[in-house]
C-alpha cells in the first residue's frame, strides 16, 4: 500500500503597516557585514523592498495577541525602512510585505535565512555589470547604484572581459580570483588561452607568473622610449597598450615593439633634422650612446646669446616678485595654492632666461657634428660641437722674428709632429757670423740648466706647483693642446671597454656632464688665456677645477687581462677618503646589471641578506629567469650592493696621517739625522 507524502504548508504572508513592526532580540545578527543601512535605503528608495520580512505576532502574557509584530529576520531591511521614513520618504503606515511564522523557534528562523542564503558567485557579479554595460548604462551609473567606485566597476567589467574560456575554468574552481585578475593584463583571448595553456605546464602558476608572461617582449610604460614618443602618439598610430586594473603597472605595457622602434626612429630623425639646418658636418643619433662616446673629440667652445634689454628687465621683475612673494609667506606652514602656483611659474620663467642659447662660429659649425640621443627621462639629449680628429685643422707653426726663441720654435715642431732628438749632433755656428741665434745644441743644453732650476724653485713653492699642475691637466681636460704645459703630466680619461648596462644614463653619469659643462663656461674659450686666468681665481675656485680634472683620471675598473691589484687597492682607500656610498649614488640590482647573470645560488644569498632567509625560500623553487625578476623586486628600495660595490673595510696598519694633520713630507721629530741632508730630497731624508 503506497504511503501519501505529507503536504507542505507554507507561512501566509500579507502587508502590515511599518509603525506596526519592532525588531526582535531574536535576531542573530549582530555584528555589523556587508552593504550599511543608508545604502541599503538608498537602494529601497530607487528599486523597492525586493525582499519581504520574517515576523511573528507579539503575545501579552496571556497569550493574546497585540496586534504588534516583532522582526526576527530581516532586521537591517527593517533599519534601512526606518531611516526613510525619518527622512519622511516613507509613511510611517506605509505597508510592508511580511511572511508571518507562527511554530517553531525565531532564532532559528534567523539564523536560518542568514546561514542558508547562498552568496553570490563573483563572476556571476561580474557578468551583471557587464550585461548592465550592454544594455546602456554607464560605468558612472552602475557605479552609483551598487553604492562602489567607479574603479570597482572597471575592475569587474574587466574580469568579465577575459577569454570565455577561462571564465568558465574559473566558474569550476579551476583558476582562482589572483589569477584571473592576473589575465586581465592583456585582451588578446587568444594570447590568454596561450598562456593557459603554459600555465598547465609549469610549476609556478602564481600570478606574477602570468602576468611576466603576458608581457613578454613588451616595453614598459615607463621606458624612456615610451615617453620619448608619447603613449597618445604610440595609441593613434594603433599600438596597444597593456594594463593592469589590480595592481601599479607604472602605466602598463606597449605591445607592439617593432611600432615603438619605428616612432623612435621617425621622431629621433625629426630632432636630427631640426639640427641639421644649423649646419653641422654630420650628426649620429640612436636612443643610446654609450658612455664615454665623445672621448677623443674636442667640443667646441660657443657663446652664450645675451638678454636684451627687455629680457633682462623682465629677468628682474620676476626676481623682485618671487623675493616679494617668499617674503610675505615666510612663516606660512602651507602656501595658498595661487601663491605655489605663482612661484612655480616664476622658477620656470626665470629658468628660461638663464638657459641661453649658444652660437658658434660658421667654420667650426661646418667641420663639427652633434649627437642626438634620448635622456632616462624620455627627453631629448643634443650634444653639439664636437670636432672629430680627422676633421682638425692642420697646425701650423707660428714662427715671429726676433720675439720667438729657438726653444719655442722646437716646441712649435714639436706639436707639428718634427722629432726634436737630444741626442743628435748639433753644428756650432761659424765664429765670423756675428749676432746670430744661439745654436740648437747650446739651447737644449742652457734650458737643461733652467729646467733643473725649475724643478728646485717648484719643489719649495706649493701653491705654484698646484697652479701648474692644475693648469696642465686642465689642459688635457678642456683644450686641444694638451702639451701647452711645460709639465710632462698625463691625465687618461677613462673610457670603458666593456659598456656596462644604463651607464651612460646614471646618476653618476649625469652629474660628471653637468660638473663638466659648468666648468667648461667660465673657462678661457683660448688655452693661451688659461695660466692668467686660474691665476686670478680664489683657493676654491682653483681647488674644486683640480677636483674635477683629477677625478676624470679615476680608473678602478677590474679587468681581467690587466692585474692591477695595487691600484685596485687605492681605489678601496679613495672610496673611503670619499666616503663612496654607491647606494646613494643610485645603483639598484637589476636584471640586466647582476641579478640576470650571476648564478642562482648567488640570487638566494642577495635576497636573504637584505630581505632574510624566509624571503630567500620563497623564491627558491623559480626558475633562474623569473628568480632574478622577482629578486629585482624584492631588493629594489634595500639599499642592498654586491661585494665589488660595497664600502671596503680600512686595511690594518693604514697609515692615519690624513686624519691626525700632519704630511707625509713634514718634520719627523723621531728622526734621528746626524748627516747633513740639505742637498738630499726630503723623501730620501726621510727613509
Not at 357 to 378: E, K, M, N, W
Not at 627 to 654: N, S
Not at 656 to 671: N, V, W
Amino acid at each position: 500500500m503506497a504511503t501519501t507524502v505529507q503536504k507542505i504548508t507554507l507561512s501566509p504572508s500579507r502587508d502590515i503597516p511599518f509603525n506596526k513592526l519592532l525588531l526582535s532580540q531574536s535576531n542573530v545578527r549582530r555584528i555589523k557585514a556587508g552593504v550599511s543601512i543608508e545604502e541599503l535605503a538608498e537602494d529601497i528608495a530607487r528599486r523597492g523592498l525586493l525582499q519581504g520580512l520574517s515576523v511573528r505576532p507579539v503575545v501579552d502574557g496571556a497569550g493574546v495577541e497585540t496586534g504588534m509584530f516583532e522582526i526576527p529576520a530581516g532586521g537591517r531591511r527593517y533599519r534601512a525602512l526606518e531611516v526613510l521614513v525619518k527622512q519622511k520618504r516613507l509613511a510611517r503606515t506605509a505597508p510592508v510585505p511580511c511572511v508571518i511564522r507562527e511554530g517553531g523557534i525565531a532564532e532559528e528562523d534567523s539564523l536560518a535565512e542568514n546561514v542558508q542564503r547562498a552568496p553570490l558567485h563573483p563572476l556571476d557579479q561580474f557578468r551583471a555589470f557587464l550585461a548592465l554595460r550592454e544594455k546602456g548604462q554607464s560605468e558612472e551609473e552602475i557605479a552609483a547604484a551598487f553604492f562602489v567606485s567607479v574603479g570597482v566597476v572597471k575592475q569587474r567589467l574587466k574580469l568579465a572581459s577575459v577569454a570565455p574560456v577561462l571564465l568558465e575554468v574559473y566558474a569550476e574552481d579551476g583558476l582562482t580570483l589572483d589569477q584571473l585578475m592576473a589575465f586581465t593584463v592583456s585582451g588578446d583571448h587568444a594570447r590568454q588561452e596561450q598562456v593557459f595553456e603554459r600555465l598547465k605546464t609549469s610549476y609556478d602558476k602564481q600570478p606574477y607568473a602570468i602576468r611576466r608572461m603576458l608581457t613578454e617582449g613588451a616595453v614598459r610604460a615607463c621606458d624612456k622610449r615610451a615617453q620619448f614618443i608619447g603613449l597618445e602618439a604610440y595609441v593613434e598610430a594603433g599600438g596597444t597598450i597593456l594594463r593592469d586594473l589590480f595592481q601599479g603597472d607604472d602605466g602598463g605595457w606597449l605591445q607592439d615593439v617593432v611600432l615603438v622602434d619605428r616612432l623612435v626612429a621617425e621622431k629621433l630623425k625629426a630632432e636630427a633634422d631640426a639640427v641639421t639646418t644649423e649646419g653641422w658636418k654630420w650628426i649620429e643619433m640612436a636612443p643610446d650612446f654609450a658612455y664615454g662616446h665623445t672621448y677623443g673629440l674636442r667640443q667646441l667652445r660657443g657663446e652664450t646669446i645675451p638678454l636684451t634689454t627687455e629680457e633682462e628687465a623682465s629677468r628682474d621683475a620676476l626676481k623682485a616678485e618671487y623675493d616679494r612673494l617668499s617674503e610675505a609667506y615666510a612663516e606660512a606652514d602651507e602656501l595658498p595654492e595661487e601663491v605655489d602656483a605663482r612661484l612655480g611659474e616664476i622658477e620656470t620663467a626665470i629658468e628660461a632666461f638663464e638657459a641661453r642659447p649658444i652660437t658658434f662660429d660658421p667654420l667650426d659649425v661646418a667641420r663639427a657634428g652633434a649627437f642626438v640621443s634620448i635622456t632616462h627621462d624620455g627627453t631629448p639629449r643634443i650634444e653639439r660641437g664636437y670636432v672629430r680628429p680627422e676633421d682638425e685643422l692642420p697646425v701650423e707653426l707660428e714662427v715671429v722674428a726676433e720675439d720667438v726663441g729657438p726653444h719655442h720654435i722646437a716646441a712649435a715642431a714639436m706639436r707639428s709632429g718634427e722629432a726634436v732628438m737630444a741626442d743628435a749632433p748639433m753644428p756650432e755656428p761659424e765664429e765670423d757670423e756675428g749676432l746670430s741665434a744661439l745654436s740648437d745644441r747650446l739651447m737644449t743644453e742652457l734650458t737643461s740648466h733652467r729646467t733643473l732650476g725649475l724643478r728646485q724653485a717648484l719643489g719649495e713653492r706649493p701653491e705654484v706647483a698646484f697652479l701648474a699642475a692644475l693648469h696642465a691637466l686642465t689642459l688635457k681636460s678642456f683644450y686641444r693642446y694638451g702639451s701647452d704645459s711645460c709639465l710632462e703630466l698625463d691625465l687618461k680619461s677613462m673610457a670603458f671597454s666593456a659598456q656596462a648596462p644604463g651607464l651612460n644614463d646614471s646618476a653618476s653619469a649625469a652629474a660628471i656632464h653637468a660638473r663638466h659643462e659648468g666648468w667648461a663656461k667660465v673657462l678661457p674659450k683660448d688655452s693661451a688665456d688659461l695660466w692668467e686666468a686660474l691665476h686670478d681665481w680664489d683657493s676654491d675656485s682653483r681647488s674644486g677645477l683640480f677636483s674635477h680634472v683629477v677625478s676624470l683620471s679615476v680608473n678602478a675598473v677590474h679587468e681581467a687581462w690587466n692585474r692591477r691589484p695595487r691600484a685596485l687597492n687605492h681605489a678601496d682607500q679613495l672610496a673611503r677618503a670619499v666616503d663612496l656610498d654607491m647606494a646613494a649614488a643610485g645603483w639598484k640590482p637589476t636584471v640586466d646589471n647582476f641579478l640576470g647573470r650571476v648564478t642562482k645560488a648567488r640570487i638566494l644569498l642577495a635576497v636573504s641578506e637584505a630581505k632574510g632567509p624566509r624571503a630567500a625560500e620563497r623564491i627558491a623553487h623559480l626558475k633562474k629567469g623569473d628568480m632574478a625578476r622577482e629578486a629585482e623586486a624584492l631588493l629594489a628600495d634595500t639599499g642592498w650592493l654586491p661585494e665589488p660595490l660595497r664600502g671596503a673595510e680600512p686595511a690594518v696598519g693604514e697609515d692615519t696621517a690624513a686624519q691626525d694633520g700632519t704630511t707625509a713630507m713634514g718634520e719627523d721629530e723621531s728622526l734621528e739625522d746626524t748627516e747633513d741632508t740639505t742637498d738630499i730630497p726630503r723623501a730620501v731624508a726621510a727613509e
